[in-house]
């Protein structure tokens, strides 16, 4: 049959593809959820692609496409990137995951790296940073400098990631203040400047004088510099062009380290599958600069802390600690182990509202 | 001095050359907005309408052109009845998740029992959700008047949440986590709408498009219903006297249009999304507005503009990781395409004349 011998070669030609396409320049491919002018998430990954570009020169060529939705044009935008030569594509949002395990499938020469996700494939590595670190900094200096004692926080989805960066923030602003209370939006998406904007201004109405927010525009810190006396965090991003006020520190996605090393990897022909999940220890974290609208103790207090962490002498996570329904789950001085806090759907005492299901 | 008259009767030379007159308008502009983006015109313009069709990779593209093409054209069908009658049904995205989850969830609710009969019933299921949910646009307003295009439109915004509870609640993959997002049902062969013939791209969603084309060409042609809602649309009052209840008329327009809309998205989620997840639609129900208009309302119109909405998909895609174009500028492109139709379709009606200018 004709059509049959045709998809035949087809399916052949698919495997060839990749081995065809291999000349002597790397060609790294990188699928964005967002705009890369999203001045977060995305913003931080294309620093990153154009950080690669940089280091190696003409030896690598990037290609990338922005705003990829999660879901059935995602394996496409995958396999598109595979069929022009990528030997090495990273997919840099969580919804990518079932796309690029089946894009994996289909071409074995080809190395994925999966943002964020938790499976993995012989030519599929996850990566991941360990922005509850960076969350633990921010929640110390909303506790400090609260005056209303209701810090609000922009969540994007219900996923481990958002519940672990609310309870970090949490443990830590308790901490520093016991009488503190969090109200969290759930914005159900990454980025939507106008639902951000919407969510921040709905917390500052509510009496929140600081705004956390896990989504990626800059929308809550325009809200945020209206309304007058609201502090922010850059979130991804440094954010700077709110600096001094109201955004007083950020979290900094910093991949370009681990984008140079793998693309190294790939070109020495070592590349090997891993699960990666770095902190501010290894400068996958950054804090960025805590500006002079922080008293000079409460700085001192919060740089202390992201020593601390980066050395490794204190985690986050560290008992003792209940859950909201008041059951135990860490006792004094016990370390939450990665697996509990990778999958966690719970939030930690004190903390009001549920989880959305 | 030129003038706009209205034609006595609509030309039919431009009800057939609009569509072509707005590509090649598309053509044009879009050239000059990626010329103006600082590449080059003529190389973008060949990457969207020709390397997704005739390229090195073609054999990948054009099943992709398929996949993406289906559920445009099997939404556009449904919702081309009731614009010919003159009834609004803007909430087809809704429809499509509603029939979704329904189909899906009638699918996990068997898992990890395999069966023939399975499939069928998810298929079933999904039509009766899209279909329910485009009757409630269509009761109210029968029963209340009320205006079916802001109801079914805010309907879409309720079935957007009613997914991400899905998702994170009911739905969510047991094994998955604790991450929001159903099993995948690929990996159930029972619920797994697969490809007929590996690498073709045809799904059973394709085939039921096709059958939608001609099944509609079939009604509005040859049977008395679509007799109704053609004149229904172009003649009210006429119509009442031919004897049309508007409240059949209304309940079978959206219901129809509601019942492919749901098909499209069970097709969907059980084939090449896979699996229920917050942000599984992703604007068909809308662009199947653009796709039916393109298409002139018209069955094999809308199959051809399923087409060439697809092409524009597959191949501004192509333009994006190959020549670096802005995702935005992709989407501006598409949609100069409606306005360009738009703009020209005054054609159809409307002719210009040179006046002479009159002395006062």
């Known amino acids: 049959m004709k059509l049959h011998n045709i998809l035949t070669t087809a399916v052949a030609a698919l495997g060839l593809a990749t081995a065809a396409m291999a000349q002597d320049k790397t060609k790294v491919g990188f699928i964005y959820v967002g705009p890369i002018g999203d001045g977060g998430w995305t913003y931080e990954h294309d620093k990153a692609r154009l950080a690669v570009e940089e280091h190696f020169g003409d030896k690598v060529e990037t290609i990338y496409q922005e705003s990829v939705p999660e879901g059935t044009d995602a394996e496409r935008a995958i396999t598109q990137m595979a069929l022009q030569g990528a030997d090495l594509i990273f997919t840099t949002s969580f919804g990518f995951m079932d796309p690029t395990v089946a894009a994996a499938k289909k071409f074995p020469n080809v190395k994925f790296e999966h943002a964020t996700g938790y499976k993995t494939a012989p030519n599929l590595s996850t990566y991941s940073a360990r922005f509850y670190e960076g969350r633990a900094i921010q929640g110390h200096i909303a506790g400090r400098m609260t005056e209303s004692n209701t810090i609000g926080y922009i969540a994007s989805y219900p996923i481990p990631e958002v519940i672990r960066g609310i309870n970090s923030a949490f443990i830590h602003a308790r901490k520093a203040n016991p009488d503190v209370q969090f109200k969290i939006i759930w914005a159900y998406t990454w980025f939507d400047p106008a639902k951000e904007a919407d969510a921040a201004q709905a917390l500052i109405e509510q009496g929140a004088d600081v705004i956390l927010q896990h989504t990626d525009s800059t929308a809550p810190q325009a809200a945020a510099e209206k309304a007058g006396d609201v502090i922010t965090f850059g979130q991804a991003s440094d954010m700077a062009e709110y600096k001094p006020m109201p955004r007083v520190s950020s979290i900094i996605d910093n991949w370009a380290p681990y984008y140079i090393a793998r693309t190294q990897a790939v070109i020495d022909g070592t590349w090997e599958s891993q699960q990666v999940w770095h902190g501010i220890g290894e400068g996958m974290v950054g804090i960025g600069e805590i500006t002079d609208a922080v008293p000079d103790d409460v700085k001192a207090e919060a740089l202390a802390l992201k020593d601390a962490i980066a050395s490794g002498d204190y985690h986050p996570f560290t008992g003792p600690l209940k859950k909201q329904d008041g059951s135990d789950w860490l006792s004094e001085s016990e370390v939450a182990d990665d697996g509990t806090l990778l999958g966690m759907d719970f939030y930690v005492e004190g903390l009001t509202g549920e989880i959305p299901q | ?360």
Request: net charge positive; charged share 10%.
């Open chain 2, 1 to 360: 001095m030129l003038k706009l008259e209205k034609r006595p009767e609509p030309s039919t030379l431009w009800t057939y050359l609009t569509p072509l007159v707005a590509v090649l308008a598309t053509m044009l502009a879009g050239g000059a907005l990626f010329a103006f983006l600082g590449k080059d015109p003529v190389l973008a313009i060949r990457t969207i309408f020709w390397d997704p069709l005739f390229s090195e990779f073609a054999y990948y593209y054009r099943p992709q052109l398929l996949v993406k093409g289906a559920p445009l054209v099997l939404i556009a069908i449904g919702l081309s009845l009731g614009f010919r009658a003159g009834i609004w049904n803007i909430g087809a995205e809704g429809q499509y998740i509603i029939g979704a989850l329904a189909g899906a969830g009638v699918g996990l609710a068997f898992y990890p029992h395999e069966a023939w009969y399975i499939f069928p019933l998810m298929v079933l299921a999904g039509a009766l959700g899209g279909c329910a949910w485009a009757m409630i646009p269509a009761i109210l307003k029968v029963r209340f008047g009320t205006n079916e295009i802001l109801v079914s439109l805010m309907l879409v915004y309720v079935a957007e949440r009613l997914l991400a509870s899905m998702s994170l609640g009911l739905l969510k993959n047991p094994e998955g986590m604790g991450f929001p997002g159903s099993r995948n049902l690929q990996n159930y062969p029972s619920a797994h709408n697969a490809e007929l013939i590996a690498g073709s791209g045809m799904h059973w969603g394709v085939v039921a498009a096709f059958i939608a084309v001609i099944a509609a060409h079939v009604l509005l042609n040859r049977h008395i219903l679509g007799y109704h809602i053609r004149l229904a649309g172009q003649a009210p009052r006429a119509a009442r006297f031919a004897g049309v209840t508007p409240a059949r008329l209304i309940l079978v327009c959206l219901g129809t249009a509601g019942a492919l809309a749901g098909m499209a998205g069970l097709f969907e989620v059980s084939g090449p999304a896979g699996q229920v997840s917050i942000d599984f639609n992703v604007g068909y129900g809308f662009t199947a507005i653009i796709v039916a208009f393109l298409g002139r309302l018209h069955p094999v119109g809308i199959l051809l503009a399923g087409a060439l909405m697809a092409l524009t998909y597959i191949g501004g895609e192509i333009a994006q990781s190959q020549l670096g174009l802005p995702s935005a500028a992709i989407q501006l492109f598409q949609g100069m395409l409606l306005f360009f139709l738009l703009a020209i379709d005054v054609l159809t009606n409307y002719r210009l004349v040179r006046t002479a200018r009159e002395v006062a």
